[in-house]
Nanobody, 125 residues
Framework: VQLQASGGGLVQAGGSLRLSCAASGRTLRMSTIAWFRQAPGKEREFVAGIFRSGGRTYYGDSVKGRFTISRDNAQNTVYLQMSSLKPEDTAVYYC???????????????????WGQGTLVTVSS
């Protein structure tokens, strides 16, 4: 399984950015796929995810209402649309995938078997 994350960059506060995560070797709609982020000196944080069963979406409290996760089954790609960006959203963003985790473990980075390489998002004030 390979996950290729892209779309990061520098954006001003209040702006928008869309991240992409293209998967190969696994059909995304059959897996749980999520975005995490990690800022310098901080732990990896759950941002958003799509659970494998039913495709329901979940969000971290700090991004709820500003970020939207979506999946394109034809492209086997998951997106993270980020709006109203804040300087505290600055981090390396990672996509992650797992086939077997249970819903209660979805926000735990250690439960994911596959990770993309990360893409840096920098929000200037």
């Amino acid at each position: 399984v390979q996950l290729q994350a892209s779309g990061g960059g520098l954006v001003q506060a209040g702006g928008s950015l869309r991240l992409s995560c293209a998967a190969s070797g696994r059909t995304l709609r059959m897996s749980t796929i999520a975005w995490f982020r990690q800022a310098p000196g901080k732990e990896r944080e759950f941002v958003a995810g799509i659970f494998r069963s039913g495709g329901r979406t979940y969000y971290g409290d700090s991004v709820k209402g500003r970020f939207t996760i979506s999946r394109d089954n034809a492209q086997n790609t998951v997106y993270l649309q980020m709006s109203s960006l804040k300087p505290e959203d600055t981090a390396v963003y990672y996509c992650a995938l797992d086939d077997h985790l249970i819903l209660s473990s979805m926000r735990q980075a250690g439960e994911y078997d596959y990770w993309g390489q990360g893409t840096l998002v920098t929000v200037s004030s």
